[in-house]
């Protein structure tokens, strides 16, 4: 079992930059991979960006390659998420998730655990 909190949120303007965590709980964590999503209003869930157990390997959705960067610390039991060059387009409630895959994965049904996501809202 995996208990996940984010942290983080909050408002920013364009251009502007925002560091996510997400704090996990449960003696397995370095067993996971880890995943961050996003839900805008209206829409469905989507993939942002995963790093697997070890954080050797990561996985960007196109839509953020190159301003964000997905990074963990297993001796803090935390993921981050580092977010540059923030667009409109990226406001939304922004999830972690935790997937028994080492690797990591895209599918939001991959993902065994989430938190209760966190707001990220970019002004114009």
């Known amino acids: 079992q995996v208990q996940l909190v984010e942290s983080g949120g909050g408002l920013v303007q364009a251009g502007g930059s925002l560091r996510l965590s997400c704090a996990a709980s449960?003696?397995?964590?370095?067993?996971?991979?880890m995943g961050w999503f996003r839900q805008a209003p209206g829409k469905e869930r989507e993939f942002v960006a995963a790093?697997?157990?070890?954080?050797?390997?990561?996985y960007y959705a196109d839509s953020v390659k190159g301003r964000f960067t997905i990074s963990r610390d297993n001796a803090k039991k935390t993921v981050y998420l580092q977010m540059n060059s923030l667009k409109p387009e990226d406001t939304a409630v922004y999830y972690c998730?935790?997937?028994?895959?080492?690797?990591?994965?895209?599918?939001?049904?991959?993902?065994?655990?989430w938190g209760q996501g966190t707001q990220v809202t970019v002004s114009s």
């Open positions: 449960g003696r397995t964590f370095s067993s996971y991979a």
């Open positions: 790093i697997s157990w070890r954080g050797v390997n990561t």
């Open positions: 998730a935790a997937d028994r895959s080492l690797a990591p994965r895209v599918a939001v049904r991959e993902y065994d655990y």
